[in-house]
């Protein structure tokens, strides 16, 4: 499960702001649970378990459904969430003069990938599934969510600094998850992050989710197929790259000072990585968050 900082994700936050909820939380990761034996394990009534399990189900983290029981009609509580991931606001100290470009998904110059791949569309998957000819489609431009399991896709994105312009930071933002044919929340993929054919490093993304809908996801994609990534931010300072904030590699903004009119990035699962787990691109139109691959250069 994702989770914002702003109003949207309140519910969440006040759900887990107990001490009876998270015992709750906690009985139920061992096993599914009606409320007369949740109240048993809490020694509360019914009814005040029922209130927070009411609570749980509302934050989305919990599923509680009817069945019969030995004695009647029963209400059977499934916890559905396994991880929570909090994206924090991105936030730059100095007040800097910025470019900003923003690239949807569909829109790679170059690419080499390897099944199980795919491009979908608000409407549709574009062409058949785990055919990488499909990525030369001229539909591809269309594609809000793309998918391999190994290989690598490659934007051409504008560099609009000029000549006086000083560069002090790049900041490149999108969703992202490793690959499994349906979905795996555990299944990590090293993915490797260039810029201009310089290896920014690597980070290891978890796996793929669906144990919610995606937010902006379209209704026509399969609830059994993974529904959204986690945000995450490249950040290449004068002192390093940082993925939301922790360091993956010492490339500082000199590598990338000779003015060019062009950025070329590249997202990439070698065949060599030591987890070969696939990765997904989301754009605007699908997963938790609205928005393409975005580039912000700072600048003075």
């Known amino acids: 499960m994702q989770a914002q900082i702003d109003s949207t994700s309140l519910p969440l936050y006040e759900a887990l702001a107990s001490e009876v909820r998270l015992n709750i939380i906690r009985y139920l990761s061992e096993q599914q649970l009606n409320i007369k034996q949740l ?26 459904e009817k069945t019969k029981g030995k004695s009647g009609i029963q209400k059977i509580s499934t916890l559905v969430v396994e991880d929570i991931y909090i994206s924090f606001p ?55 969510i793309l998918w391999f399991t190994k290989g690598f896709v490659e934007y051409k994105l504008p560099n609009y600094l000029e000549a006086h312009q000083s560069l002090q930071q790049i900041d490149i933002s999108f969703e992202i998850s490793s690959e499994f044919p349906f979905a795996n929340p555990h299944w990590p993929s090293d993915i490797t992050f260039s810029l201009n054919g310089i290896e920014l490093g690597e980070w290891q993304s978890p796996g793929d989710f669906n144990d919610e809908r995606g937010r902006l996801t379209p209704d026509w994609w399969p609830e059994t197929i993974n529904q959204y990534g986690l945000l995450k931010t490249l950040r290449i300072t004068s002192h390093g790259t940082y ?42 139109s699908f997963g938790h968050f609205e928005q393409d691959i975005v580039v912000k250069t700072y600048y003075l």
Request: charged fraction near 25%; glycine fraction near 8%.
């Open 90 to 144: 991105k936030k730059v100290q100095a007040a800097y003069a910025t470019h900003v470009v923003s690239v949807p998904v569909g829109h790679f110059t170059d690419f080499n990938v390897s099944p199980s791949c795919g491009l979908a569309s608000t409407k549709d998957f574009i062409g058949p599934v785990d055919q990488p000819k499909y990525f030369l489609s001229p539909d591809r431009m269309d594609a809000g």
């Open 243 to 284: 993925i939301d904030g922790d360091p993956i590699s010492e490339i500082t903004t000199k590598a990338f000072m000779d003015i060019s009119d062009a950025w070329s990035l590249k997202f990439e699962v070698k065949e060599e990585a030591n987890h070969v787990g696939g990765l997904t691109l989301f754009g605007k």
């Open 39 to 64: 109240a048993e394990r809490l020694d509360l009534s019914s009814a005040i378990v029922t209130r927070h399990v009411s609570k749980l189900e509302e934050a989305g983290l919990i599923r509680t």
